[in-house]
């Protein structure tokens, strides 16, 4: 993988971003209520660089990763966990993907989103249609991965991985995803936070944390300011004696590698290797899905991929 721009201005202003896009996790309650609050600044910026990415783009597929950021908080060794939504509308669809180490990668199905009019909100509703949501775990000691999979209910991925969370899993759960840009359209501030709650909590506790999620302060501008995550959440859920377990680093990473792409040519058919050998263009340029780079091949490349598929041709 190749990041085309490495988010801020000089090495130390590169190192102070990195520093501040962590992932943390806390419980409130003695343990009854789990959460997970995200500065993923940097990691927004990155990806949007890379995509080569509009607002729209970067709003679509910068909420999912922030998602999956958070879905990916309990994860450990080699485990990873993905997000797939296939739709209707002009997104047409989305894979994001994420591991214990806290590295996301993911694409949009159709770029550019079409935009008959300019956006007069935040509201994307329009853009997904009906579809469904896939999350699917892959965990190191089970034998096989799980799917889970619900109906796009309403077109908002924070408020569809809730419910995916409620329906599939039985567990209530709390999703703020947010972005901010500047008047120039720059992303300044990029946050998520979720809160699950144990089955039988009482009403008047859910009803009190719900209130109290609803009045946070929209993360991508809180983190436009610099606030610290931890204090946030200390002052917004003091009540209930928020305690922080641990915290880990979350970032843009792809693991794609120019090798691996010359497999993918590898099992091309056999005509249109051949085609490729015969008629180029050259370079061949591949780029990865998942983060965009672009690998170059040569004539020669695609020679000895050819001859060594097929020696006699």
């Known amino acids: 993988m190749h990041k085309k721009q490495l988010y801020g201005a000089t090495l130390k202003e590169q190192l102070l971003a990195s520093a501040r896009d962590r992932l943390h996790n806390f419980i409130l309650a003695d343990g009854?209520?789990?959460?997970?609050?995200?500065?993923?600044?940097?990691?927004?910026?990155?990806?949007?660089?890379?995509?080569?990415?509009?607002?729209?783009?970067?709003?679509?597929?910068?909420?999912?990763?922030?998602?999956?950021?958070?879905?990916?908080?309990?994860l450990k060794g080699n485990d990873r966990i993905s997000l797939r939504i296939e739709c209707s509308g002009p997104i047409k669809g989305l894979v994001v993907e994420a591991n214990a180490f806290g590295e996301v990668?993911?694409?949009?199905?159709?770029?550019?989103?079409?935009?008959?009019?300019?956006?007069?909100?935040?509201?994307?509703?329009?853009?997904?249609g009906s579809g469904v949501l896939s999350v699917t775990k892959f965990l190191e000691d089970a034998k096989q991965p799980f799917t889970g999979q619900v109906i796009l209910k309403y077109g908002n991925i924070a408020k569809d991985l809730a419910n995916y969370y409620l329906t599939s899993e039985q567990i209530p759960t709390a999703f703020n995803l947010s972005i901010k840009f500047d008047k120039s359209g720059v992303v300044t501030g990029a946050g998520g936070f979720f809160l699950q709650t144990i089955p039988d909590t009482d009403?008047?506790?859910?009803?009190?944390?719900?209130?109290?999620?609803?009045?946070?302060?929209?993360?991508?501008?809180?983190?436009?300011?610099e606030t610290d995550p931890q204090q946030l959440i200390m002052n917004?859920?003091?009540k209930y004696k928020p305690r922080f377990l641990a915290n880990r680093r979350i970032e843009f990473m792809c693991h794609c590698n120019k090798s691996r792409l010359r497999s993918i040519v590898t099992?091309?058919?056999?005509?249109?290797?051949?085609?490729?050998?015969?008629?180029?263009?050259?370079?061949?340029?591949?780029?990865?899905?998942?983060?965009?780079?672009?690998?170059?091949?040569t004539r020669q490349d695609i020679e000895r991929i050819y001859g060594a598929r097929f020696p006699n041709n």
Do not use: W
């Open 203 to 225: 009403d008047e506790t859910v009803a009190d944390l719900e209130g109290r999620v609803a009045g946070l302060p929209s993360l991508g501008v809180a983190f436009s300011h």
């Open 105 to 128: 990668r993911g694409y949009l199905s159709n770029v550019p989103i079409p935009l008959d009019k300019p956006m007069e909100d935040f509201d994307l509703s329009l853009f997904f």
């Open 32 to 74: 009854a209520i789990r959460g997970v609050i995200m500065n993923g600044t940097r990691m927004i910026n990155e990806m949007r660089a890379n995509h080569e990415f509009g607002i729209l783009e970067t709003l679509v597929l910068g909420r999912a990763y922030l998602g999956i950021g958070l879905m990916s908080s309990d």
């Open 236 to 238: 917004t859920f003091a």
């Open 267 to 297: 099992l091309l058919p056999i005509d249109e290797l051949k085609d490729i050998r015969d008629n180029g263009p050259f370079p061949l340029e591949i780029r990865c899905q998942y983060c965009n780079t672009p690998y170059l091949f």
